[in-house]
């Protein structure tokens, strides 16, 4: 079992709609959880950062980590064509600056 | 916000040669910069984590007389494919941690395609 299992995608959803990102892991150690947007052949930017369980909104996204389940996911809301890209979760044991294991990545796309 | 320059941005070489990846913090002091590699479709797999005036540390699986590693100085570390090959073709990412910051995120350079014929 690999430490970060991600939905493999594509994803495609009309403008507006509301969009599930999801991620699990096996690694009970993990701490520190992120959600990053990465375009084409492009550097990876950190959307959203959570440490233990909980959740937290920044805007139209929503990021919510379940240790117990070991299941986090990205609420995206009113989603926009400027969100079409890939999204990477990322998880690391000792900090958010850290040694971070991703997820494979799921490339979104949000039609006009 | 804090900026990671990579250079280049797309390199193509022949096989048997040498490519050197710059990876530079440009506002901000790194003591640990992470070299990452990405393959279509696939995630970033971490390669070593490089510490200033130290030997960098190497993933499981990653030759270190492969991939040379140099952090002389704070805000710049490179990463040396050495004898490229076709299958070293691939999407190379250096990150960096601010040095002043605690738990802060990580800042991301660009990337670097490389392509060995």
């Known amino acids: 079992q690999k430490e970060v299992e991600q939905d493999p995608g594509p994803l495609s959803v009309p403008e507006g709609a509301i969009v599930s990102l999801n991620c699990t892991y096996s690694n009970s150690a993990f701490q520190y959880f992120m959600w990053y947007r990465q375009y084409s052949r492009k550097g990876p930017e950190l959307l959203m950062y959570t440490y233990s369980s909980g959740n937290k909104e920044d805007g139209r996204f929503t990021a919510q980590v379940d240790k117990s389940s070991k299941y986090i996911s990205l609420f995206i809301r009113d989603s926009q064509p400027s969100d079409s890209a890939t999204y990477l979760c990322?998880?690391?044991?000792?900090?958010?600056?850290?040694?971070?294991?991703f997820g494979k990545g799921i490339t979104l796309s949000v039609r006009p | 916000g804090a900026v990671v320059s990579q250079h280049p941005s797309r390199v193509i070489c022949k096989s048997g040669t040498s490519v050197k990846i710059e990876c530079r913090s440009l506002d901000f002091q790194a003591t640990t910069m992470f070299w990452y590699r990405q393959f279509p479709k696939k995630s970033l797999m971490l390669m070593a984590t490089s510490n200033e005036g130290s030997k960098a540390t190497y993933e499981q699986g990653v030759e270190k007389d492969k991939f040379l590693i140099n952090h002389a100085s704070l805000t710049l570390s490179t990463l040396t494919v050495t004898s490229a090959h076709p299958e070293d073709s691939s999407f190379y990412i250096c990150?960096?941690?601010?040095?002043?910051?605690?738990?802060?995120?990580?800042?991301f350079g660009s990337g670097t395609q490389l392509s060995v014929l």
């Open positions: 990322a998880m690391s044991v000792t900090g958010a600056n850290s040694k971070l294991t």
């Open positions: 990150s960096a941690r601010d040095q002043r910051a605690t738990n802060e995120k990580l800042f």
